[in-house]
């Protein structure tokens, strides 16, 4: 017979699996805004430095709020209460916005 976990949900793996999905979308847009960014330098100095002043520090906030979401996500379901809201995913969509506006600039300055 199998042993099922006390709750709806199986201690250790989906907590994991979504910190290492935010993880990986995380470290993807830090890489694409950097390559970005070397190539931005190129064209404009300036641009390149505002954008950067924007994305590294966006960047680790979204890192720190991904660590802060996978601790309350554990002990939210030990709990049994509802999950953690939605900052991580607002601090990686202007991420995203950032990125797409780096890339606009990229093209509009090159």
């Known amino acids: 017979m199998v042993h099922r976990p ?3 949900w199986d ?3 989906q ?4 910190t290492l999905a935010w993880l990986r979308t995380t470290l993807a847009f830090i890489i694409g805004l950097l390559v970005l960014l070397r190539m931005l330098g190129h064209v404009s100095a300036l641009a390149a430095l ?3 002043a924007l994305a590294l520090p966006l960047g680790l906030a979204t890192g720190w709020l991904l660590w802060r979401r996978h601790l309350d996500g554990e002990r939210r379901l030990r709990d049994r209460a509802p999950l953690p809201g939605g900052a991580l995913p607002a601090a990686v969509s202007a ?3 950032l990125a797409g506006c780096s890339g606009l600039a ?3 300055f090159a």
């Open 6 to 8: 006390d709750g709806p």
């Open 11 to 13: 201690p250790g793996l």
């Open 15 to 18: 907590i994991e699996r979504t």
């Open 50 to 52: 505002i954008c950067a």
């Open 95 to 97: 991420l995203a916005v």
């Open 106 to 108: 990229f093209v509009i």
